[in-house]
């Protein structure tokens, strides 16, 4: 599953997550304050892999390798 990066709007902790990809727009709970305003911040989720570089797969949408996660 990605990672997905958030932020809390409410005492700016950014945290991840990881999730299926049709989750990533629930609302998270904020691990410090417990606050609920948090959004999911939308730069490339990162690609966990065990230290190797992992290619990008390639999107649906444009023919190339991205990290929009619409394969
Ligand atoms: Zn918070």
């Not at 945290?15 to 609920?36: A, N, V, W």
């Not at 649906?60 to 394969?71: D, E, I, K, Q, W």
Request: glycine share 12%; aromatic share 6%.
């Amino acid at each position: 599953m990605p990672l997905y990066e958030y932020a809390c709007r409410t005492c700016g902790t950014a945290f991840e997550l990881r999730m299926k990809f049709e989750e990533r727009l629930r609302q998270q709970t904020c691990p410090r304050c417990g606050g609920t305003d948090t959004a999911l911040r939308l730069s490339a989720p990162a690609l966990v892999g065990a230290g190797g570089k992992q290619a990008a797969p390639v999107c649906s949408t444009s023919g190339n390798p991205c990290n929009c996660g619409m394969n």
